[in-house]
């Protein structure tokens, strides 16, 4: 057994950044989360009407943004309808604020001096996010979504390659990672010293034979990546116990309870994707 000062300490993953307490997919939400302590945060990539990369999560603007309010006459609200102006007239702040999503707000939980601030945010560019991580050297795993309508076919993995090597951002600051696992081999292709990690468990009910994934003759092609960020609800603590034993790191995702967050630590997970990383600091 290692000495304490020499085991490695799970990362603190701010999925979205620190979303219970500031609005997700936000560089106000990754400062929260780099100010309380994360090792670095998750956010999504999605693509608007007119081909521009923005931070965003859902196929539609509904939930987290004030989008009906401003444009009720249209048909439709998939993110993939709207330009950029049109995205960055949204006010994604005040609609946390309105909505409270993980109650934190009415918990008292978040200042008013940081209520106040979150007023007026609008959805980020993907160049807004790395111009972030890179000015505060504080990691990002950027997720590449499958997009819906019209973008199924967008070459979305080209598309924020190009992007990274424009801003020329230190690769060391970047991860890669999609549920698509052939973009991951695409990214891999176009920026080799870029670290991608392989999604699992979109689908909660996917069934994945872990010993025969784990077993030395095992033809899977999904044993070929290093890192595997699996869905909490679909692999148990032996098995995770399993994939360590041949070299895989391994991330869970989303885990919001303390008492899940410490089972996952002493299971030795290399990351936890977390919405609550001021919760996971603590327990840490």
């Known amino acids: 057994m290692l000495p304490f000062f020499l085991k490695k300490m799970t990362k603190i993953i701010a999925h979205r950044g620190a979303r219970s307490i500031a609005p997700e997919n936000t560089v106000a939400a990754a400062e929260i989360a780099r100010m309380i302590g994360a090792d670095l945060w998750e956010t999504d990539i999605s693509v608007t009407r007119d081909g521009h990369l923005v931070l965003f999560h859902d196929d539609d603007l509904l939930r987290t943004t004030n989008a009906k309010f401003l444009f009720p006459y249209n048909k439709s609200f998939l993110l993939d309808t709207f330009d950029l102006a049109q995205i960055q007239k949204l006010d994604i702040g005040r609609t946390f604020i309105e909505r409270d999503p993980f109650n934190e707000i009415a918990l008292g939980n978040i200042s008013l001096e940081l209520l106040h601030s979150f007023r007026g945010i609008k959805i980020p560019t993907l160049e807004d996010a790395l111009i972030y991580t890179q000015k505060n050297n504080f990691p990002v795993n950027l997720e590449l979504k499958e997009q819906s309508g019209k973008f199924r076919a967008f070459p979305?993995?080209?598309a924020v390659a190009n992007m990274i090597n424009k801003m020329r951002i230190n690769y060391k600051l970047l991860i890669i990672s999609s549920f698509k696992?052939?973009?991951?081999?695409?990214?891999?292709?176009?920026?080799p010293d870029i670290e991608v990690q392989a999604l699992l468990g979109d689908d909660v009910n996917q069934k994945i034979d872990w010993d025969k994934f784990c077993s030395a003759d095992n033809n899977?092609?999904?044993q070929k990546f290093d890192t595997y960020n699996i869905n909490s609800q679909m692999i148990t603590?032996?098995?995770?116990?399993?994939l360590k034993k041949i070299g895989k790191k391994v991330n869970i995702f989303t885990v919001n309870d303390k008492d899940d967050m410490v089972r996952f630590i002493k299971a030795g997970v290399d990351g936890i994707f977390t919405d609550y990383p001021q919760v996971m600091k603590q327990v840490r």
């Open 181 to 191: 696992h052939e973009w991951l081999e695409e990214i891999k292709d176009i920026l």
């Open 237 to 242: 603590i032996d098995e995770i116990a399993k």
């Open 220 to 222: 899977n092609l999904l």
């Open 156 to 158: 979305l993995p080209k």
